[in-house]
């Protein structure tokens, strides 16, 4: 089955500065990879998704790049504000099947003002 | 427009005990997932319902059931409850409609604590 890698597990940033947290993943029948932000207590909610058949994706000061070959992808927060701070998921599924999500284990992702 | 709505919010049962979790899916939604979050960990898939059936299942014993009703709204039961059962359970709907509708959106989750 899939599995998906995610890091770094911690990430500090100081307000202003960008965050890059990168996915790995294994199978390559996948073709859809959302991410999550989850803050403490609360519901993932899905901040930007991306399918295979783009290599970017960009939306305000967040973008998610793809690199189908090397099977990776990678969310990038520019600007970053306290705001950000939480804990994001990276997941991959294969569209148009009944599989799951599978995420990644999860980035706290820490902005220091 | 509802969201995914679940409940109850938290439940505490002790070993052994059975628990039921329900969820209603986002208004239009007929796909629902159910998922297993521990503390500090992704969430981990443990099966998916459409049109009343299990079309998928994870990697979860069969202690784990669910159930969908003609309203798409679910239950999740789990039986002989263990202290490793305890986390967070979310629910996620989807209307699948071909490439590029398969957006998942959760619920706010019941966390289970089992003592």
């Known amino acids: 089955g899939e599995n998906v890698e995610q890091h770094p597990s911690t990430l500090s940033v100081q307000e202003g500065d960008s965050a890059v947290i990168k996915c790995t993943y294994s199978?390559?029948?996948?073709?859809?990879f959302p991410w999550y932000k989850q803050e403490l207590g609360k519901r993932p909610q899905l901040i930007i998704d991306?399918?295979?058949?783009?290599g970017e994706k960009k939306d305000q000061r967040i973008a998610v790049t793809l690199n189908k070959t090397a099977k990776h992808f990678s969310l990038h927060i520019t600007e970053t504000q306290p705001e950000d701070s939480a804990v994001y998921f990276c997941?991959?599924?294969?569209?148009?099947?009944?599989?799951?999500?599978?995420f990644g284990s999860g980035t706290q992702l820490t902005v220091l003002p | 427009d509802a969201g995914v709505t679940q409940s109850p919010t938290h439940l505490i049962k002790t070993r052994g005990q059975q628990v039921t979790l329900r969820c209603s899916p986002k208004?239009?939604?007929?796909?629902v997932s159910w998922y297993q979050q521990a503390l500090g960990q992704g969430p981990q898939f443990i099966f998916q319902?459409?049109?009343?059936?299990?079309?998928q299942r994870g990697n979860f014993p069969d202690r784990f059931s669910g159930h969908q009703f003609p309203n798409y709204s679910s239950e999740l039961n789990v039986n002989a409850l263990l202290l490793g059962d305890s986390a967070l359970y979310l629910c996620?709907?989807?209307?699948?409609?071909?490439?590029?509708?398969?957006?998942?959106?959760f619920g706010p989750g019941t966390r289970l604590t089992v003592l």
């Open positions: 996620a709907s989807t209307l699948y409609r071909g490439p590029g509708t398969d957006t998942q959106y």
């Open positions: 199978d390559s029948a996948s073709n859809y």
């Open positions: 991306i399918r295979s058949n783009v």
């Open positions: 997941a991959a599924h294969i569209s148009g099947s009944a599989r799951q999500l599978t």
């Open positions: 208004s239009g939604h007929d796909t």
């Open positions: 319902y459409y049109e009343e059936e299990e079309r």
